[in-house]
């Protein structure tokens, strides 16, 4: 800040212009899996997912259906929803298991020639479900269709192989194990067999192939750049690339091993000491299906959560309509501090959760 923004003035530019593609690398080479040039960062998960959504359907135009998941984040639904409204298409939001979240069997019934866009969480955001992205995404190509991934809950989490997988498309925010901090850019990613057809519907300076020729029309960039829009958020993407960094130097293989050792000993210990006062697991007990988090469920979640949170106990979520989602985070959380966590969900539930609970996090 005090050289290149201080003292460099607009001057700098070129220090930070190509910022977005460097983070994108980082974060596509090391922790998704993907080849080089296929992952670039900018913009929210939100409007990525807009983007690359009205993309695949653009790629698929004799294609009337969508398809998601009716549990899915309400973000992403929501954009689908607004997609299909304009561009003529109809949404198909599939009932799956609450715990068990997507599978190949599930979808099957719904997957046709009809299909032009499957688009799908990978962690489940309540559960902690871990789709199987290899199996759905070759089951959604046999149809004919694309795949769009969002991966906001397992980057950094598990391990990741979107060319392995022949992923199309995919998204993930950065500032939940990627540490980027509050409103932290999002990352895309384009596989490279469909980066040159591809077209975007915010068609931006950042996204033309010539940018400072300022021509009259525009051009795509070559690659993924043509999935860019505006000038980057040069500040909290410097965040971001350290928060990618470390996590890439721990590296997804020995944070996946502590991860499972993680959620398994909290599993144990809710089912030894929480499920006497009323709380049952919501997550897959297979770790092999599961993600980086925890879902227990109570029917008084959402006053056991904001006394956690209020009281300064654990850090913790409440998800609809009765879950208390637990992420021992690897990179930071110790096995103690799992049985430390437990002990207060114990000790808050046996003395009582407040009553007349109106928002998450907060006991007034
Ligand atoms: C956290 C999360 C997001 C976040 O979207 P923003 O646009 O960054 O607010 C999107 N999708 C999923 C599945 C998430 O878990």
Known sequence: MEEEWGRGLVGSWEAWIDLPERVGELIGTALLGAHPRETIVADSTTVNFYRLAHAALSLRPGRGVILSDAGGFPTNRYVLEGLAQALGRTLVLVEFDPVEGPTVDRLAAALDERVALVALSHVDYRSGALADLAAITAAAHA?????????????GAVPIDLAGAGVDLAVGCTYKYLNGGP???AFQYVGRALQEELRQPIQGWFGQRDQFAMGPAYEPAPGIARTLSGTPPVLALMAVEEGARIVAEAGVGPLRAKSVALTERLIGLADDRLAGLG????????PARRGGHVALRHPAALGLSAALVDRGLVVCDFRPPDVLRAAPVPLYTRHRDV???????AGTLAKGVPRNVRRPGRVT
Do not use: F, K, N, Y
């Not at 709380?279 to 297979?286: A, E, I, L, N």
């Not at 049985?339 to 969900?345: C, S």
């Open 143 to 155: 149809a004919g269709a694309l795949t769009l991934w969002d991966l906001s809950h397992s980057v």
């Open 279 to 286: 709380v049952t697991v919501g997550s897959p007990r297979d």
């Open 183 to 185: 409103g932290a850019p």
């Open 339 to 345: 049985e430390e966590a437990v002990e207060r969900i």
